[in-house]
């Protein structure tokens, strides 16, 4: 009965999600906290940054879908938030905010092979990511640029 009740909560926030012009990355349920403890964690759909505002949006329109569906009637706890920043850049915005930054990119070269590059973000144009290697800039043609992603510094 309770994996039920679970599904069927997924199942409304999901379709609470997009109907408002979000998606749910991760929802979990926490049944063993008193009270109950639901958590949501939501994107817009077409990408972008989610507000403080969109998390309070979101936050009262799934809270009263919960409520009027009457799936339990013990006390619980929403919690609506983004995913956060994730650690693979992949918007133009992403790769303006980083510049500088420690990355790994990971490519290919003429054979196929993949490799890693490591260095501190320079640019990206439409042809090219350039990155800071060493004091060097390096020049990778973005048709061989499999991913880049914010590396430690060490």
Known sequence: MLNQVLKDLEQIASREAVSEGFEIVVFQVRTNTQ???IQAQIRLQGGGDVSLDDCARFSKVLGD???NSHLFDISHVLEISSPGLNDILTTDKEFETFKGFPIDVLKKNKTNSQIIESGLLHTRSKEYLL?????????IPREQVIQVRLACPT
């Open 35 to 37: 009270p109950m403890n």
């Open 65 to 67: 879908s919960i409520d």
């Open 131 to 139: 990155i800071n290697s060493k004091g060097r800039i390096s020049k």
